[in-house]
């Protein structure tokens, strides 16, 4: 158990560059809350509802981050900073990074009945502060999500989303390849939301040339009237 410890706050320690020692990270605030509810998931899988709940807000009241008891969390998480709000039927894989004011949200059941209704995040997902995830979504592994984001759709493997709507973008390999990127996404000019604005009306434009250059070739394409029927029009027209 105390092998698991240190290879867990060595794990934070490589993804945040701020404590000096395992001491420190000790008394993170996201650390404690992912004991809590290690204490408490399992008293909510044998049916202890109200004791699950109880840890639950005890948790909550002491580090500022909400994770449902019923959430089922994998290996080496790590809420770096708090105020995180995990609903019931999210699901986390391993190596997962939360940072601070990040919502896994849930969505309304269009039935009625309750049932899946939180993301499910795969094994070394990075998630930015602000962002919200909602609903029965996938994210694939390794993807990230930029600060206060907003995703509501399934997000591919490796993939890095921005925005509102959340997008996927593109970004240098060099970022891309590195073991861990802090907070999601990579600080250079081209995450600038006024960049973004101009690269989509760019892709609209370019989508709209395409369009109309394929009308023209079908236009261009298309037989002319027979003389004919322009004789037909031309008596039609003296009459």
Known sequence: MLRNLIAYLDSVKSRDPAPRSRAEIL???GVWSLAFHRVAHPLFRMRLYFLARAVNHLSRFLTGND???GARIGKRFFIDHGFTVIGETAEIGDDVTLYQNVTLGGTDPANGIAGKRHPTLADGVIVGSGAQVLGPIQV???ARVGANA???KNVPEGATMVGIPARQM???VTAY???FLPYGTPCSDCYDPEKQKLELLQCEVQQLQKRLAELMDERASQPAAPDDDISVFKERGRA
């Open 27 to 29: 008394i993170y605030p």
């Open 177 to 179: 390849q590195r073991d």
């Open 140 to 142: 694939g592994a390794r």
């Open 170 to 172: 593109l970004v240098d």
């Open 150 to 152: 907003v995703v509501t």
């Open 67 to 69: 994770i449902h008891p």
